[in-house]
């Protein structure tokens, strides 16, 4: 066996609907499983889904208030009021107040943007901003992507003459602000047709309404907030995301060029991939550190030198946050398996001394995928006696639910159910892990401690084709609620199998089924390499690509988890692989069996695998199951080795079976070397058997062992008798069949077992295991 590293969910959906849905979009029953799978299941949002350049944008006009936003903004333009937009430190933040500037100064505004420091202000409008703004003269102030949650704010706006408008996205709370306006798609009086922009998707929809067209030169600057704040990609967003990507693969933008040339990407290969693990991270790295001005000047900016320098000072800052993101992670890590094992614990909070509040949910996040328990990062601030810290959750547990039980002890607070924020006192640190650890104790269960991975279809390798796969890239782009599809393929046979890498670290698969075969590259996969017996029967989940090497496409599975049901067999008869073998095995599941005591002499075992020796003797009870047991050595009787086979199920089985003596291969006397033997000696016996046994077997072509053999076995049938190396014929002899000698019967075993388990083929030998074992693995979906 293999086990997954995940929980496998396998979406089936109904057949029927897959026929129709394939027949009337003309596609394969693959990609209408997939639709179906994803609730797209009629024709006409199933087509709308899959052609996106038919889609049209919402009328931003009706969004609540957004008549009143423009012809405010249009007055003050008029009136050449100064404007000021408040944005935020992330990447929606960022690429919000870029929309919103660009819109407002294609316009003619006189308008410049804000962007609070995550260190010394804090997430969101603030009073101290507000009020510099109007000391500088700004009569309206914008927020974007932010303000739904600035009641105190709102009121300090009004009170200083300043008209505010809230442009935002968050959950809106039982008390909105007093704003002039606000442009929020969850506002309960609001009927937009879609509720899930960013922050970004509700400025373009007023940068649309101001300019009064759609702004197709945002969409790119769109796009990355979109993509990068993890709205679901559906809808709105869906159509923002695609079209902004094709918009950034012809890019004029210099700030973009030269960002993208830092992350080593052509333009002509820019996916929804590129933004979420490229752009977005870098643009979050300048406001995880610093101020997030940079930013938002790169994205602005004409100037090609310019550009060049802002790329190359958020390049620098990126290495920055990952340096300190890798320290604090190590950190983490050291502490929990120090002080909070996981196996004793199913909440984790680990505490640091002044961590960089802009990286510990990044290290939360790490935290989540190592361990696989709800978690707590919190950046301890001794001076001011507070605690700001960052939560990431597991399926199960609902953070905001359960941290909301603690708001007596945490007066900044928020999130959702699987990411929160919040600052607390330092003396009631321990007082939240306690509380925490209780829920949690409650809550979740041993299952709940290992991951789950969503199936989107499971397929035969004949499916898998290259006009398959092309028709599955228009489900692009992926995301929050339309991810990248995950197949499973069951029941392969890996028909090669190598490790590659520098390290050996990845793993290169080709899987073949009924005549089909498929390749298969797993990063991080090496060490498998390892657990993948010859003949295993494999369950293979990755995401399905296509491999263009030298103007030659072909299909490809990137592997994303694999496991074997079945129990696999490990032949490790070559000289020298046993040791090898037992350093690579883990010790969790071990069990090395040995049937005699001499082999533990003539194979050295080293001193940390002696606790898992164990003697096996006829009737020995032995529980082997789900063990992974090593064959020391042959057994005596084959009887031996089945019946203990038959009392429990290892998963897997390495043989070994090492043999000092190799009867097989030693010459077995037939009735031919008998009846020669016998004649020779009743013409020259008695003779010392010390002294010519020797030169007897050189006479004859064969060794002196096999005359030792006959001359015992004649002894045990009383033909003969042996005095002191004499031997001579007993004349008094009976008829009496050889396989009377016990000495004949061993050797006609041992040749009998060392062909069945030292020279039988590999499939020879799976076979017999196969034949005892009565109890076969299995894993179901």
């Not at 006192?425 to 789950?452: G, H, S």
């Not at 090669?496 to 996969?525: A, T």
């Amino acid at each position: 066996m293999l086990a997954s590293k995940s929980r496998w969910n396998v979406n089936r959906p109904d057949q029927e609907q897959v026929r129709n849905l394939a027949e009337s979009l003309k596609v394969a029953p693959l990609i209408a499983s997939l639709l179906v799978n994803r609730g797209l299941d009629d024709y006409e949002t199933a087509k709308s889904f899959l052609n996106t350049e038919t889609q049209e944008f919402h009328d931003p006009f009706l969004l609540e208030d957004m008549d009143k936003v423009v012809q405010r903004i249009e007055t003050a333009i008029q009136n050449e009021e100064k404007i000021l937009v408040f944005g935020d430190y992330d990447a929606d933040g960022v690429s919000s107040t870029t929309v919103m500037v660009t819109a407002l100064r294609e316009k003619g505004a006189s308008v410049d943007f804000y962007i609070p420091n995550r260190f010394t202000e804090g997430y969101g409008p603030n009073e101290t901003a507000f009020r510099q703004a109007s000391d500088n003269g700004y009569s309206v102030i914008i927020t974007v992507d932010t303000g739904i949650s600035a009641l105190h704010e709102a009121d300090v706006a009004r009170e200083l003459g300043i008209d505010l408008i809230i442009t935002d996205h968050h959950e809106p709370g039982p008390v909105l602000p007093d704003a002039f306006a606000m442009i929020h798609p969850k506002k309960e009086t609001c009927s937009y047709p879609f509720k899930d922009l960013a922050g970004v998707g509700v400025a373009y929809k007023v940068a649309h309404a101001l300019l009064g067209k759609n702004p197709e030169h945002l969409l790119e600057v769109a796009a990355i907030g979109t993509i990068a704040d993890l709205v679901p990609l559906v809808d709105e967003n869906r159509l923002l995301a695609s079209k902004g990507i094709k918009k950034m693969q012809q890019t004029k933008r210099v700030g973009l060029k030269a960002l993208l040339q830092k992350c080593g990407v052509e333009l002509h290969t820019i996916t929804e991939e590129t933004i979420g693990f490229s752009i977005g991270p870098r643009i979050n790295a300048v406001g995880r550190l610093d101020n997030a001005d940079p930013a938002v000047h790169l994205l602005m900016t004409e100037d090609a030198e310019e550009a060049k320098e802002l790329a190359e000072e958020m390049e620098a800052y990126n290495k920055e946050r990952q340096q300190i993101v890798t320290q604090i992670t190590e950190e983490a890590i050291k502490q929990v398996e120090e002080m909070y094992p996981p196996d004793e614990n199913s909440f984790l909070i680990v505490t640091g001394h002044n961590w960089n509040a802009g990286v510990i949910g990044i290290v939360a996040s790490r935290l989540v995928d190592r361990f696989y328990r709800p978690t707590i990062v919190l950046s301890l601030d001794e001076e001011k006696g507070l605690a700001k810290g960052s939560a990431r959750s597991i399926p199960g547990f609902d953070l905001f639910e359960n941290l909301s039980t603690c708001r007596d002890i945490l007066p900044h607070f928020g999130g959702h159910p699987m990411a929160a924020g919040m600052t607390l006192k330092l003396e009631n640190v321990d007082e939240l892990r306690n509380r925490m650890m209780t829920i949690a104790d409650t809550i979740l269960t041993e299952e709940d401690f290992t991951p789950i991975t969503e199936v989107d279809i499971e397929c035969e390798l004949n499916e898998v084709t290259l006009e398959t796969i092309e028709q599955l890239e228009k489900l692009a782009p992926y995301g929050v609620a339309n991810p990248k599809p995950k197949v499973l393929v069951k029941g392969a046979l890996p028909q090669q199998i190598r490790q590659i890498g520098n390290k050996s670290n990845h793993l290169k698969l080709v899987i073949e089924k009924e005549g089909s075969s498929l390749d298969c590259v797993g990063f991080g996969f090496g060490e498998t390499y390892h657990h993948v017996s010859p003949i295993a029967s494999l369950d293979v989940l990755g995401e399905l690509a296509i491999n263009e090497w030298n103007n030659f496409r072909k299909p490809q599975l990137f592997v994303k988890d694999l496991r074997i049901a079945e129990w696999q067999l490990f032949d490790i008869r070559s000289a020298g692989q046993l040791n090898q073998t037992l350093q690579g095995l883990d010790k969790k599941n071990l069990q090395i069996l040995f049937f005699n005591t001499a082999t533990l002499e003539e194979v050295k075992i080293g001193e940390e695998h002696l606790p898992y020796l164990k003697h096996v003797e006829p009737g020995t009870e032995i529980d082997v199951e789900d063990k992974h047991i090593v064959l020391l050595d042959i057994p005596n009787e084959e009887e031996t080795l089945a019946s203990l086979l038959r009392s429990s199920s290892p998963s897997r089985i390495y043989a070994s079976f090492h043999q000092k003596e190799n009867h097989y291969f030693s010459t077995i006397p037939t009735r031919d070397h008998f009846k020669w033997y016998y004649g020779f000696l009743s013409k020259k016996a008695p003779f010392d058997l010390n002294r010519y046994a020797e030169e007897i077997a050189k006479h004859r072509g064969w060794s002196k062992e096999t005359i030792d053999f006959m001359s015992q076995v004649f002894f045990e049938l009383e033909f003969v008798t042996i005095d002191k190396g004499f031997i001579a014929l007993n004349n008094a002899a009976k008829k009496r069949d050889f396989e009377e000698s016990p000495t004949y019967r061993k050797k006609q075993q041992q040749v009998m077992l060392e062909n069945l388990f030292l020279y039988s083929s590999y499939k020879q030998l799976k076979a017999w295991f196969d034949q005892h074992l009565t109890k076969q693995c299995t894993v179901h979906s």
